[in-house]
């Protein structure tokens, strides 16, 4: 650090008597690279250190659709949970062949889905 702090004196060619001190160079060093490379970590607190890409952190949630087993070679169809319970529109009974893999319950893929998902009352 002072190899680079006499370095950076010489070639900025500042005189010697205004020169700042090398503690405040170190300081300012530091702060350029961390602008550089990064945020300061107060910026950090309270965000996931290693942030995923959204389709990841979807993932975790481990709620993903899958196909029903395969039975006498055909999946097994199911019915969609939410078009037989909703109450938001017509009732209605959907055979599909996708579940959710951790609820274990059919479901259309798409609003159904969705609904069943993040909808207290769907
Ligand atoms: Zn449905
Ligand atoms: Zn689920």
Known sequence: MLNAYNLWLDKKNIDPSKKPKLREFVYNVAYQLLEDFGEPTTNLKGRHPN???????????????????????????????????TTRRQKKRTRVVIICNECNIGLCIGYCFRDYHTLKNF
């Open 51 to 85: 942030p995923m890409p959204d389709r990841i952190i979807d993932a975790y949630s481990r709620h993903y659709p899958v196909n029903t087993e395969i039975v006498n070679g055909k999946r097994k169809p199911r019915d969609c949970y939410v078009c037989k319970h």
